[in-house]
């Protein structure tokens, strides 16, 4: 999954008075990843040193005058350039010192901006539309521009793309309300526009971002109720005439961010990699209001994968540059370094993410993937239907509910009514990106679930969780609610199928899980697979007397020795020495199913042990009685790998003991009951140790046996010694 890691200043800010803007005109990368260039929005560009968060060289123009345009630097001349008032465009050197000394142009038109590709020209765009190498213009520059745009339209961002070996100016500008793209090709020129689709209520973009990949630009841009929308234009295309009429640009949903109450005023959205968007300004789902956050997300599963609470006001400003984004927030320009993995279904769904059961295995459609990660129209799409699904369609004569239609439907009908509608909307073949649909109705229910006591529908939740589009971001109070309503299998699905789900509710489901009483846990209904797992191992036909991994009966009873003393047992001593290897389960099924599924729950040490110090002593005795159990039957030999199904693993197993030790050491020590239970844990670990070590006798002597040349001549016969030390 994508990561935010820990974040350090660059520089400080002066932002304006009203705290409208930051105070940062542009970011622009120099001579390597570790060097940038800041432009501010009044008169100073500062050469800074990211490793070193410290500045290299400033320049500033002369009172009165303004910089209009963040400055490039010309990897090919090792120059820098930047317009002042709008006309004057400035080349100067590192070693130059002054900047009004330095060479200077005034062209004919205003200048909105100048681009620079790293090893490319840079490329001048005039506020009029019009595109001109720098060299073609600093060659004569009171030479006439034309004007490409209309004379009430307006440039609203600009970018520059080196796709393969043709260069891009690509702008947006928007009229009478209505926004184009204009996409200019150099070296041969050629101008391509297009309009872009009207969002309802007549609202403007708050940010664009382009790539390129795949012989196309994709365009990615936020609107203020949070929708992203990707374009996707094919650069063979780029062929129209210059002055020709506007297309029209399909567009695609990326994601419908949550925008809480009213819209977004100040947001970013950018492209890391065909598959993750960073977002800045837009609130983070399981974070109050008032708080603002920088957030990864990715667009092929809809997932949020990593977000990091900004101080301060958000300008809703972002730069990224070789695996770092520059953010401005209150009064500091941070660095904040990010990792992007690529992106897969087990990636999305978690490391620990395992067979599913039958029912989830079963895919109601096959879709192609171009359609949707690039919106190209599938030219065929296979369907795989099972007996239940055709049936419905057979069923479904009657015209079903649109998406808000059951939307509304679900604040106010009954639950039966709910259910029937539900599953008839996730049935609908036209229906082929669940995601957000799924988020919305899961958000839904939720909502109403939480403000009447009266109401909940199980069901419909567990088939929600079933499509595998939720994740615990998208709708965080949905565990909460399980555990409050006790609805345990739901925690079970939520468990299995979330892989963002944070420590302080991994805790809050083992502590309702541990303390529930056997009688209630043994009328939950819970998968059967799982159920079938732990039936296996408790049954007493499989208890076995040898034991693998390091452990057998005899090193037990030398350890147990060793650790008391080494006196000589009694029988009854000796009988009772014995009863660890054969001991019965210390909770019920239905209770082991569940904390199994904790077992097997994603976390980090860090955030889990101060939620797993609230467990109380009696709670932590339980579980490491049951951790043992489950460690003494996964050591013999006779236990079964059975990988058909989800089960925990051993490593799993001895990493909890670790973490309930580490968090309730100082406790179980001065608790009685606790001795005997620590005595067999230090058992169990030096077991480990003993068994590791061997292992690294055996490593070494196969790798001396590798080093060993074989004899070619062996003949018919032959016997060879070989002494290992």
Not at 114 to 119: A, L, M, R, Y
Not at 180 to 205: I, K
Request: hydrophobic fraction near 40%.
């Amino acid at each position: 999954m994508a990561a935010l890691y820990e974040g350090y200043t660059l520089c400080g800010l002066v932002p304006d008075q009203n705290l409208s803007s930051s105070g940062i005109q542009g970011i622009e990368e120099e001579r390597d990843s570790d060097h940038v260039i800041v432009t501010d929005s009044t008169r100073s560009v500062t050469l800074y040193k990211v490793s070193d968060q410290k500045p290299l060289g400033s320049w500033t123009v002369k009172q009165g005058q303004a910089l209009t345009c963040s400055a490039v630097f010309n990897s090919q001349t090792k120059e820098y350039v930047a317009v002042s008032d709008h006309k004057v465009i400035r080349i100067w050197k590192e070693e130059d010192i002054l900047l009004d000394k330095a060479f200077k142009a005034t062209v004919s038109s205003d200048v909105w901006m100048v681009h620079c590709v790293h090893g490319a020209e840079p490329v001048v765009l005039f506020q009029r539309g019009a595109v001109r190498l720098l060299d073609s213009v600093l060659s004569a520059p009171q030479q006439p521009i034309e004007e490409v745009l209309a004379q009430d339209e307006v440039i609203r961002w600009s970018t520059n793309i080196v796709a393969a070996t043709q260069q891009f100016v690509i702008f947006t500008t928007e009229q009478k309300g209505d926004h184009f793209l204009y996409l200019q090709r150099l070296n041969p020129n050629s101008l391509q526009r297009h309009r872009l689709e009207r969002e309802e209520p007549s609202l403007s973009p708050l940010s664009f971002s382009a790539s390129f990949r795949d012989k196309h630009i994709c365009l990615l841009y936020l609107y203020p109720n949070g929708r992203v929308y990707q374009s996707v234009i094919s650069v063979r295309g780029l062929g129209a005439e210059e002055g020709a009429q506007a297309l029209p640009l399909p567009r695609s949903l990326l994601l419908s961010l949550p925008v809480g109450e009213g819209l977004l005023e100040a947001a970013s959205a950018m492209v890391l990699d065909e598959a993750h968007v960073a977002v800045v300004g837009v609130p983070h789902p399981s974070a109050g209001a008032g708080k603002d956050f920088l957030c990864i997300w990715n667009t092929n599963f809809q997932t949020l994968q990593a977000g990091k609470e900004m101080a301060g006001k958000i300008y809703g400003q972002l730069w990224s540059y070789s695996n770092k984004v520059f953010i401005p927030h209150g009064k500091t320009l941070s660095v904040i370094p990010f990792e992007c993995p690529k992106s897969s279904l087990a990636s999305a769904l978690g490391k620990l993410r395992q067979a599913k059961t039958e029912e989830s295995k079963v895919s109601t459609s096959v879709p192609s993937w171009n359609n949707i990660l690039h919106g190209e129209k599938a030219q065929t799409t296979r369907t795989v239907e099972t007996r239940k699904t055709r049936t419905t369609r057979k069923t479904q004569s009657a015209p079903s509910l649109t998406i808000d239609q059951v939307l509304e439907l679900i604040k106010t009908a009954p639950v039966a009514e709910i259910q029937k509608e539900v599953e008839g909307l996730l049935s609908r073949a036209d229906l082929l990106d669940l995601q957000p649909l799924v988020g919305q109705l899961a958000s839904t229910l939720v909502t109403r679930s939480l403000a009447d006591p009266a109401f909940y529908s199980p069901s419909t939740l567990a088939q929600l969780v079933h499509t595998q589009c939720l994740c615990h971001s998208v709708c965080p109070e949905l565990v909460l609610l399980a555990l409050e309503r006790k609805d345990y299998f739901l925690c079970q699905l939520c468990l299995q199928f979330f892989p963002d789900i944070p420590e302080a509710v991994t805790c809050a489901c083992l502590k309702a899980f541990i303390s529930m009483p056997e009688a209630e846990a043994e009328k939950t209904s819970l998968e059967p697979d799982s159920i079938s797992f732990m039936e296996t191992i408790i049954s007493p036909e499989r208890r076995q007397v040898g034991l693998q991994n390091g452990f057998s009966p005899t090193s037990f009873e030398e350890d147990c020795s060793d650790a008391t003393g080494g006196h000589q047992k009694t029988k009854a001593e000796d009988e009772k020495s014995t009863t660890p290897l054969q001991q019965i389960c210390p909770v019920g099924l239905h209770k082991a199913v569940l904390l199994n599924e904790v077992l097997q729950t994603a976390y980090s040490d860090t955030f889990l042990l101060p939620h797993l110090k609230d467990l109380s002593s009696q709670h932590v005795v339980l579980f490491l009685q049951y951790l043992q159990f489950l460690y003494l039957k996964y050591s013999q030999d006779g236990f079964p790998q059975m990988h058909e199904y989800r089960s925990p693993n051993l490593n799993q197993i001895m990493d909890w003991v670790c973490l309930l030790l580490d968090a309730h050491f100082t406790v179980l020590v001065m608790t009685p009951e606790a001795k005997d239970l620590l005595l067999n844990l230090h058992t169990f670990v030096r077991s480990q140790v003993r068994l590791f070590s061997e292992l690294g006798k055996i490593e070494g002597s196969l790798q001396e046996l590798h080093k060993m040349k074989t004899k070619r001549d062996v003949g018919e016969y032959s016997i060879e010694i070989i002494e290992l030390f």
